[in-house]
C-alpha cells in the first residue's frame, strides 16, 4: 500500500548496539525501509508537529554502488559494492502509546519507527575508519549526545552486511542509490526544539534545527 505512493530509498537497521539489544531481549538487530517522502533537508526547519513523538538519532549511512540482490559473504565483497560512506541523522518517529510495554515487534510492525532523515556530504569509503569514528551531537552548544562507529556492532560494516543480508533474505532488491543506515551511535534522544550541530569526525558535520 505505501508504494502506492512512495518509493523505496534504502533501509535501516535498528538494535545494532547490545544496550538495546538487551533491553528487548533479542540477539540479533532489526530492520526497516526508508521512504522517499522522508529525505529532509538539514537547512530546513523540521516541524515536530506532523509527528507523534519525533526522536533524533546519529548514524552512519552506506551509499550504495551496485545491484545487490543476492546474500554477501563477507565486508571485504560488501565494500565493492558500495559507493560512499555518509554522516547521517534519522529521526524516528515512535507511535506508541505505552512505551513501558514496547516490545521487539512492536518495533518491526512500526517499520522500526522510519520517518525522516538527513544525509551529510558523501565521502570515500576507502578513506574513513568507520569503527574508530567518533559523534559528538550538540543542542544550542551544549553537548546532548557522543558515540563511535564501534557502537554498531563492534563495526558498522558489520551492522551494514547484516542489513543486507537481512534485507535480500526477505525478498528485496537493494539498488543504486540506495541508502543503508546502520544503527545509532549513541543514544536516541527525543527532538527538543532548538538548533543541533552534529559533528561525525572525519564525515563531517550536519546542522539543522526543529522547531514547535
Known amino acids: 500500500k505505501r508504494l502506492s505512493r512512495d518509493e523505496i530509498t534504502g533501509f535501516k537497521a535498528g538494535l545494532t548496539n547490545e544496550k538495546s539489544q538487551n533491553r528487548f531481549r533479542v540477539t540479533m538487530p532489526v530492520s526497516g525501509v526508508l521512504f522517499a517522502s522522508g ?17 533524533i538519532e546519529t548514524e552512519i549511512g552506506f551509499v550504495v554502488g551496485q545491484q545487490i540482490d543476492k546474500p554477501v559473504s563477507n565486508i571485504s565483497k560488501l ?3 558500495i559507493r560512499s560512506v555518509v554522516a547521517a541523522i534519522e529521526l524516528p518517529d515512535l507511535e506508541f502509546e505505552n512505551m513501558s510495554e514496547l516490545k521487539v515487534v512492536d518495533i518491526i510492525s512500526s517499520n ?26 550538540s543542542r544550542e552548544g551544549e553537548i546532548i549526545n557522543s558515540g563511535s562507529g564501534s557502537d554498531l556492532l563492534g563495526d558498522p ?38 538548533n543541533y550541530v552534529a559533528d561525525f569526525d572525519e564525515l563531517g558535520r550536519i546542522i539543522f534545527v526543529i522547531s514547535e
Open 157 to 194: 560494516w558489520e551492522a551494514a552486511l547484516w542489513l543486507v543480508n537481512n534485507t535480500v533474505s526477505q525478498g528485496w532488491s537493494i539498488q543504486p542509490g540506495h541508502i543503508l543506515l546502520a544503527g545509532a551511535m549513541g543514544k536516541m534522544l527525543p527532538a527538543k526544539p532548538g
Open 112 to 137: 522500526v519507527s522510519a520517518y525522516a532523515y538527513i544525509l551529510g556530504e558523501a565521502q570515500e569509503r576507502k578513506k574513513i575508519n568507520l569503527p574508530k569514528l567518533s559523534l559528538i551531537l
Open 39 to 55: 529525505i529532509t533537508d538539514g537547512n530546513m526547519r523540521i516541524d515536530r508537529q506532523h509527528s507523534n513523538q519525533l526522536m
Open 79 to 81: 565494500k565493492k559494492r
